[in-house]
């Protein structure tokens, strides 16, 4: 029996199986998988999404996705915007609009790029559906299976998934607190150029790292950009933070420093203004750009045009930047008073980074303690975090996670870190009980102030 070949009963529905009942037996799953492509053996669920149904929950203290706080948008503004956009534009709103996005929203592109020192024309800039796309389609256009990518280690959780569904072979570069270590990859591409494999892109998210929260120094930052030009190499540049500094001097972007010759720029309105908005952008060179749109197109055909008026609408009639700074005074407030509760309630072993900017702080527990088992625990006690080893694709991370301070408030967040404190000071307890080793105490301490103390505490892990 074939799937069409179900017996049907009167009106042509299929007997057997009640409406909204289970499906996967074991039968349905061997019936399907037959089905699936080979690609689909390499997806992975983001470990964000995973936890969105159980952090959903009021009682949950979630410190796990990298979430802005959109109750800062006053809705008074949504409100006053949409009945504009209504009253202007409704006919263009509700309608399909160019794949490579309007004019007046990349207008205001080219207003958010030239804020972090980049000059751009709008013919140059493709809207996309969320910064996110722009991975995915970057990938789709590049990559064919088994092509390598080089990308950061640890890297953006969610841009796992994405390598993963286009069987990319994903060589991590290590970090330390200048960044993802550029004479590392330099020897990573030496070694690959010896076994006659070229990387098709390097990806990095170089300012306030998404997980690990450090900021790639300048003078690697030139150099990436020498190695890029020097080796004919493209670079991924995925700035959701850029703009969202709390102390310490702008650096420029990659972008800024190679001029569109090898780098795509990854930018997104996710951060600055609204996620629900679903609108980013890409900037690259033009063969490229013009390939990322084909794809695009054949994706989602274009980015929601109602969102793109909206966007429009704001930036016509509010002050962007003055938004953007009132947001980086409240993560500020919460990123130190995470520092501090890490201070107060993590073990003496641990260690964590402290990000001059942008939405997470990157800790590392002693290495017998597991994140992702803690992670368990921890939801017994209504509070979530992202476990380390989602931001590695080789096991690694095991001891550590990533923590967000943007998306609750203070009280929030000193009892969310409370809470994964009394679970960590189990589990040094358990060990100390099984092994006879005499557990450090946790001294009186405070988080150190940004002249005190390095921009990152150590990343290097070994493998789990």
């Given at each position: 029996m074939t799937l069409d070949e179900t017996p049907r009963g009167p009106g042509g529905r299929r007997e057997g199986r009640r409406v909204g009942a289970p499906r996967s037996t074991t039968r349905d799953l061997e019936r399907y998988a037959g089905l699936f492509a080979r690609r689909t053996q390499g997806m992975k669920s983001s470990a964000m999404r995973d936890l969105m149904a159980v952090t959903a929950q009021p009682e949950v203290i979630s410190l796990a996705g990298g979430l802005p706080d959109t109750s800062t948008f006053p809705a008074e503004d949504f409100a006053a915007l949409m009945a504009h956009v209504a009253a202007d534009s409704a006919a263009a709103a509700l309608q399909y609009g160019p794949t490579e996005g309007l004019d007046d929203l990349k207008a205001c592109i080219v207003q958010v790029m030239a804020a972090e020192g980049m000059a751009i024309e709008p013919d140059e800039v493709l809207v996309t559906t969320g910064g996110q796309q722009v991975i995915d389609l970057v990938c789709k256009t590049l990559l064919d299976p088994g092509d390598v990518v080089i990308a950061e280690a640890p890297t953006y959780p969610g841009a796992v998934p994405v390598f993963g569904s286009y069987q990319a072979d994903v060589v991590q570069i290590e970090m330390d607190g200048d960044g993802m270590r550029v004479d590392l990859m330099e020897a990573a591409l030496d070694r690959l150029d010896a076994e006659g494999r070229v990387p098709k892109f390097i990806y990095t998210?170089?300012?306030?790292?998404?997980?690990?929260?450090?900021?790639?120094?300048?003078?690697?930052?030139?150099?990436?950009?020498?190695?890029?030009?020097?080796?004919?190499?493209?670079?991924?540049?995925?700035?959701?933070?850029?703009?969202?500094?709390?102390?310490?001097e702008p650096r420029p972007t990659l972008y800024a420093l190679d001029g569109g010759e090898y780098v795509i720029y990854l930018g997104t309105f996710s951060k600055i203004l609204s996620p629900g908005l679903r609108l980013g952008w890409t900037a690259a060179p033009r063969p490229v750009l013009e390939k990322l749109n084909l794809g695009k197109g054949a994706t989602d055909l274009c980015s929601a045009p109602l969102s793109q008026h909206f966007v429009s609408a704001y930036f016509a009639e509010r002050d962007w930047r003055r938004y953007v700074t009132s947001l980086t005074e409240l993560y500020r407030r919460r990123r130190d008073t995470m520092l501090d509760a890490l201070a107060e309630h993590f073990p003496a072993e641990a260690e964590w980074t402290r990000p001059e900017g942008g939405l997470f702080i990157w800790a590392t527990l002693p290495d017998y303690i597991d994140t992702t088992d803690l992670l368990a625990r921890?939801?017994?006690?209504?509070?979530?975090?992202?476990?380390?080893?989602?931001?590695?694709?080789?096991?690694?991370?095991?001891?550590?996670?990533?923590?967000?301070?943007?998306?609750?408030?203070?009280?929030?967040?000193?009892?969310?870190?409370?809470?994964?404190?009394?679970?960590?000071?189990?589990?040094?307890?358990?060990?100390?009980?099984?092994?006879?080793?005499?557990?450090?105490?946790?001294?009186?301490?405070?988080?150190?102030?940004?002249?005190?103390?390095?921009?990152?505490?150590?990343?290097?892990?070994?493998?789990?």
């Open positions: 998210v170089p300012s306030f790292q998404n997980p690990a929260g450090v900021t790639l120094s300048l003078e690697r930052r030139r150099r990436l950009v020498q190695v890029a030009r020097e080796r004919e190499l493209l670079v991924l540049e995925d700035n959701p933070y850029g703009l969202l500094r709390y102390e310490g921890a939801l017994r006690d209504h509070v979530a975090f992202v476990p380390g080893r989602a931001a590695y694709l080789d096991g690694r991370g095991g001891s550590s996670m990533r923590l967000n301070f943007s998306g609750v408030g203070e009280e929030d967040i000193r009892e969310g870190v409370r809470r994964i404190g009394k679970v960590v000071a189990e589990q040094v307890a358990l060990y100390g009980t099984l092994t006879g080793a005499e557990p450090a105490k946790v001294p009186a301490r405070r988080a150190p102030a940004p002249e005190e103390a390095p921009n990152v505490l150590p990343l290097r892990r070994r493998a789990q």
